[in-house]
């Protein structure tokens, strides 16, 4: 029989150690170097082990801060419905108030952003349109739960109040609520979630290990007259969250 791998072994070990409470939730870990050494093994065996424990949930890392025992987490239940566009507030923020939780998040947009290819055909966009990209982590209880890029067409809001999502008296505000101050109705979004794994970069700022499966949303919202307004690419941690449809049936079209 093939001898365990080195980095598995040290997972055990790191195991016992949480689970008889010699390092308990929140305690940040010795530096890769000093567990090395303390164990008679190699900086690259304890990174894979502690990678392995991230995925498992078990470790947490921060980035620029170390490696952490993380808190019990339960897998939230995010639900995808047309109940999530509520006035005067963020929908991520309801989501989570639903479940009994603070949801917040951090955010980077750019203006006058040539798209890639693919997002200037998915917004019905010319060769040389520009948009407004706007970058997100989103949190809950500090913690990273969920990723996105969005982008809208520049020449849509130039002008308006609502030209930077997070800027002016309707920053944080859905994308429905946004377009309806400046006069354009959304009659309907497009979800296509696809299962994936984590890049490095998403990885480390999710806390996940590069690799996680996650879940790949591809949005696009639509106006009245068909023209898409806004497309995002959202990434959530398989791992942490469980992702759920709401399909709403009008009773009045059977009776």
Not at 73 to 79: G, K, L, T
Not at 128 to 134: H, I, Q
Request: proline share 6%.
């Amino acid at each position: 029989m093939a001898a365990q791998p080195p980095y598995l072994r040290i997972a055990d070990l790191f195991r016992q150690r949480i689970a008889n409470g010699e390092w308990s939730p929140g305690d940040r870990l010795d530096s890769r170097a000093r567990l090395a050494a303390e164990y008679g093994t190699g900086e690259n065996v304890i990174r894979r082990a502690q990678e392995l424990l991230i995925s498992q949930g078990l470790l947490e890392g921060r980035a620029g801060s170390g490696t952490y025992v993380a808190e019990p987490r339960q897998r939230m239940r995010m639900v995808r419905s047309l109940s999530r566009e509520r006035r005067d507030g963020s929908p991520f923020r309801a989501d989570m108030a639903d479940l009994g939780r603070t949801g917040t998040w951090e955010h980077h947009t750019d203006a006058k952003v040539t798209p890639p290819p693919e997002i200037a055909a998915r917004l019905g966009l010319a060769e040389g349109e520009l948009c407004v990209r706007t970058r997100y982590e989103f949190l809950t209880e500090s913690r990273p739960v969920q990723l996105s890029t969005s982008w809208e067409p520049y020449a849509l809001t130039s002008g308006t109040i609502v030209v930077l999502p997070e800027g002016g008296p309707l920053a944080g505000r859905g994308v429905v609520e946004r377009m309806a101050e400046i006069g354009i109705e959304i009659s309907h979004a497009v979800e296509q979630p696809e299962p994936g794994q984590a890049t490095a970069e998403e990885a480390q700022l999710l806390g996940v290990q590069r690799g996680s499966l996650v879940t790949r949303i591809q949005r696009t919202y639509y106006g009245c007259d068909g023209r898409p307004v806004e497309t995002a690419d959202i990434v959530v941690p398989a791992a942490h969250c469980e992702i759920v449809y709401e399909v709403q049936i009008s009773a009045g079209e059977y009776s």
